[in-house]
């Protein structure tokens, strides 16, 4: 019997999370993310795990640190206003080093925006939501399959960096249905929380980093007595104004993130080998890309596609490296254009670089993007 | 003298930053002298506190401790809980910290009935940000941000907690001292969301405005206007004046705690030997 099921990228998230280790849900009810809540739901307490429907957004923000802090793997869900509403406590994820998930399925905004219909205008907002300076880790598939690899590769970055990671949906991958086969749970590899790497006797400390610049935090309730705030800190976690600590704080909650970034930098090329141009794309647009360099390849045209998995950090590597060979580079998204303004700047005007935006609630028609590469080939808009 | 309580304290992050008179320390010992008189165990005991002056003594708690966000310590004590029931949770919140910003969360708490034990800090006013009017500011009463006078009603959180269904509300002050450790106590023993008012004194911002900015005549208020329910219960209305306050146990209702009432879940979805 074929283990195939049809199933959505909402779906496929959950099931990712789970076989990742994720035991505790907090959420709030938002479209198009909804169905990663009822599929946590009705699937969390049949392995043991918890779920728990949350008065607001804020709430489920922070209900997901307090269950990670607790020592369960812990995901939250959300759509445009409440991806908003979430910021303040993503950002204290970070500064506290709380391992934790956060589904963005896009919609259309700003505000109440199209709440129905897809959009991709949240790639900035992920990275820059919060206040102050941090780092970030933001993933996007584009398949339903890729719903399922990308939540599992979510959960184990927020627990090998102890960082907010941003699984950055689309409500076309989110409501996609598609026919997928998903790996068996020996298949699957996961990041096991952090353990101390000594007694308190021994003068632990909670956020004394490791090797990779992350610390070994203690879970509560092993008995270490640790202290946890927003506050910067040093590596007992009090607060400390101190502008030595401050700045080194802030230095290593980039550095644990840089020094790891070729390995968490995911891209894939298609068609690239003798590529002349190039188009970038992510997510649900990067379906509709692909076929429109499908249909340019048969014309005659030599264009490939780079598809970004791994959105923050950038690929800068990657867009540089195909800045130096290609001619021209088309960046396609579903958004007024913010992903280009990173190409651009890796790009450095070593190619040019056009941006095919859209806007106005609909996905990527192929022939929107085919006739962006046809401008591009002929040397940019007039 | 006994000093047993020292041993829940971080000797190494004291003194505390608290003004001269403040009420805080009063009420974070009691906290302390209640967890010692239940015998929780240090260990398997978390404090959560939101930001204020009165969140800053999960700092000086020698517990797993969590200084969350504005408001926000409810949401992340629900989590803590729920993950891990085995823990006591205790929450401590001020007047602002747990009626504005975290209003919403202190009645969903409530109604969710997490066995949680949440100590209000009320000093009816914002301390740390240097006096501002919280939602229990007395109305008439000054803040920097009512310079003429407070117009705002203000609210009374024990019958707000009641009526969204905490299963466990007491209001006592930081001048009675062991009456306010029984209250936390009370609120260890029930298995739901306990909510404790503890009334305490901000000489610096709040006294300061009103005509008492010394300590002592703050407490000698507390002792002169503080009633127990059962006298409270038996005042003619004529005698409830303004200034008077009752304190004491008002509610206590056994309730499946949202814990015990999710492993249900997990029995009925099958996950109970997962």
């Known amino acids: ?382 | 003298m006994e000093r047993s309580f020292e041993k829940y304290f971080r000797q190494n992050r004291l003194p505390h930053l608290w003004c001269p008179g403040c009420g805080n320390g009063i009420v974070m010992k009691a906290i302390v002298q209640a967890i010692e008189k239940k015998g929780l165990d240090q260990d398997k005991t978390v404090i959560v506190s939101g930001i204020g002056c009165s969140s800053r003594a999960s700092g000086y708690m020698d517990f797993d401790t969590l200084h969350t966000a504005h408001g926000r310590a409810i949401p992340f004590a629900t989590g803590i809980k729920l993950a891990n029931p085995e823990l006591n949770v205790i929450v401590i919140t001020g007047d602002g910290d747990c009626t504005a910003i975290g209003g919403n969360h202190f009645i969903h708490g409530c109604r969710r009935n997490v066995d949680l034990t949440v100590v209000l800090f009320n000093n009816s006013i914002y301390g740390m940000t240097g006096g501002q009017a919280s939602p229990m500011t007395p109305t008439h009463k000054k803040a920097t941000t009512a310079p003429y006078g407070a117009i705002d009603r203000n609210f009374d959180a024990c019958r707000l907690a009641e009526a969204a269904g905490a299963t466990y509300v007491a209001r006592s002050t930081a001048f009675h001292v062991q009456h306010l450790t029984d209250m936390i106590a009370g609120g260890i023993d029930n298995k739901g969301f306990s909510f404790v008012e503890a009334i305490c004194q901000c000489p610096t911002s709040f006294g300061r405005k009103n005509k008492m900015a010394d300590p002592a005549k703050m407490m000698m208020w507390m002792r002169d206007n503080a009633v127990m329910k059962a006298a409270w219960d038996k005042l003619p209305d004529d005698k409830k004046t303004e200034e008077k306050f009752p304190i004491g146990l008002f509610y206590n209702e056994s309730e499946t705690d949202y814990a015990t009432a999710y492993n249900e879940v997990i029995q009925i979805a099958g996950g109970a030997d997962k």
């Open chain 1, 1 to 382: 019997m074929s283990k195939a099921r049809l199933m959505q990228g909402n779906e496929a998230c959950v099931e990712g999370a789970l076989a990742a280790g994720v035991r505790f849900f907090g959420g709030y009810p938002i479209t198009p993310s909804t169905e990663v809540a009822e599929g946590m739901a009705k699937l969390l307490p049949t392995v043991g795990g918890k779920f728990v429907q949350m008065e607001d957004e804020i709430a489920s923000m922070g209900v997901v640190l307090g269950a990670s802090l607790a020592g369960k793997k812990a995901v939250t869900a959300s759509s445009g206003p409440g991806i908003s509403l979430k910021q303040e406590l993503i950002g204290y994820a970070a500064a506290a080093e709380i391992p934790v998930v956060i589904v963005n399925v896009q919609r259309v905004g700003p505000s109440t925006g199209q709440p129905t219909a897809p959009s991709q205008g949240d790639v900035m907002q992920a990275r820059w939501g919060t206040h102050g300076d941090h780092p970030m880790i933001a993933l996007s598939p584009w398949s339903v399959r890729e719903a399922f690899d990308t939540a599992v590769m979510a959960v184990n970055y927020s627990e090998r960096f102890r960082t907010p990671v941003i699984l950055l949906m689309d409500e076309i991958v989110g409501h996609l249905r598609e026919k997928v086969e998903l790996p068996e749970a020996s298949a699957i590899e996961i990041y096991p929380r952090r353990k101390p790497s000594c007694t308190r006797a021994e003068g632990y400390e909670p956020f004394t980093p490791d090797k990779d610049l992350v610390p070994n935090t203690a879970n509560f309730g092993e008995g270490y007595h640790i202290h946890v705030t927003g506050l910067i800190h040093d590596d007992t976690g009090f607060p400390i104004g101190s502008p030595k600590i401050t700045r080194e704080v802030t230095k290593r909650l980039h550095d644990k993130i840089e020094i790891a970034r070729d390995e968490i930098t995911h891209v894939e090329e298609y068609f690239m080998d003798d590529a002349e141009y190039a188009v970038i794309a992510f997510g649900g647009t990067a379906r509709t890309a692909y076929e429109a360099v499908a249909n340019a390849r048969k014309k005659g045209v030599k264009v490939g596609m780079v598809r970004l998995i791994t959105i923050w950090p950038f690929a800068d590597k990657a867009v540089k490296k195909i800045a130096e060979k290609v001619k021209g580079i088309l960046v396609a998204e579903l958004n007024y254009g913010q992903l280009v303004g990173e190409v651009e700047r890796v790009v450095a005007g070593k190619c040019p670089v056009e941006l095919c935006a859209k806007y106005d609630m609909t996905i990527f028609e192929p022939a929107e993007i085919e006739a962006g590469i046809d401008e591009l080939v002929a040397g940019g808009k007039a």
